[in-house]
């Protein structure tokens, strides 16, 4: 867990159970299941590469997550499986660069990759252009919006003010709005000097977040862009802060991860999973 944003590892190499989409959606129940912001599924071993599988409490499968990908690499520290500062993990976003920063493994420095503006690669509808302070309308709204890809889909939407009341009332809109065929995560952005940012967050298959690792990158990503910020930004979001450092068109992320608990399925539980077939 880190910033408010928690995820569970679970390591395919220990326990084994139907990995259906009802069974994503019951673990990160936080009535009925354990309750979490997604899954991180991993180490898988394919060759000398190390992937990890990240899912959404919707049970949809995410291409990236800056805090989920800090969350595992906290847990093959602390499982043994890593034994040095720097190694990779393949996402179905794509390859990224993890640095251990401490003994403790409590920070860590990510190459989250590079960023394209290019909508036919985040994707966006309509011809092929840069998707910077585009036109989107919503409801009786038109917002200037700022759309960027790191392996993920990202919306920013830069405004005088944020808060949890505008990313609740306008998220789901826009992660579904025609626009995005593959729905989009939404970022609030308020400059606060050109250092410094506060985001309110609402992500893809999950809803109203206190935090994010890819979207601190996105909403940098663009500040960025506008001219708005300079190269190395801190973050502020509900449920902390994350450094972002902006090199060329990659971003490298910079955060904490703290372990909360661990164990194991109960044996009931485990059978119910694997009753749950899609």
């Known amino acids: 867990m880190l910033l408010g944003n928690d995820y569970i590892v679970i390591d395919p190499n220990i326990v084994n159970f139907n990995l259906s989409e009802k069974a994503i959606q019951l673990i990160c129940d936080r009535n009925f299941g354990i309750g979490s912001d997604g899954i991180l599924y991993g180490p898988i071993f394919t060759g000398d590469k190390i992937e990890l599988r990240i899912f959404n409490p919707d049970g ?11 969350i595992f690499s906290r847990y093959l520290v602390d499982a043994g499986y890593i034994k ?13 660069a993890v640095e251990v920063l401490n003994p403790e ?17 985040i994707p966006v509808t309509g011809s092929p252009r840069q998707t910077v302070a585009i036109d989107l309308p919503v409801n009786d709204l038109t917002l200037k919006a700022t759309c960027l890809s790191i392996g993920n ?6 405004g005088s003010e944020v808060s949890q009341e505008l990313a609740v009332s306008l998220g789901a809109k826009i992660e579904n709005h025609p626009l995005f065929p593959k729905r989009i995560n ?14 309110e967050i609402w992500e893809r298959g999950a809803g109203y977040t206190l ?9 940098a990503s663009a500040a960025y862009k506008l ?10 979001m509900p449920g902390g802060e994350i450094d972002i450092e902006i090199v060329g068109d990659r971003v490298f992320m910079t955060g904490g991860v703290s372990a909360v608990a661990q164990g194991e399925f109960a044996k009931d539980f485990l059978s119910c999973l694997n009753l749950l077939i899609d």
């Open 60 to 70: 949809s499968e995410a291409e990236k997550s800056g805090n989920g990908i800090r």
């Open 84 to 96: 040095t500062k720097t190694f990779q993990l393949t996402t179905l976003g794509g390859e990224v």
């Open 105 to 121: 493994a409590t920070l860590f420095k990510v190459d989250m990759g590079t960023v394209t503006f290019e909508s036919e690669l």
């Open 153 to 158: 889909p990202h919306c920013v939407i830069p």
């Open 186 to 199: 939404v970022q609030f952005l308020q400059v606060l000097d050109r250092q410094n940012i506060q985001i």
């Open 211 to 219: 935090a994010s690792g890819s979207s601190s990158c996105a909403a």
């Open 227 to 236: 001219g708005l910020v300079d190269d190395r930004v801190k973050v502020h």
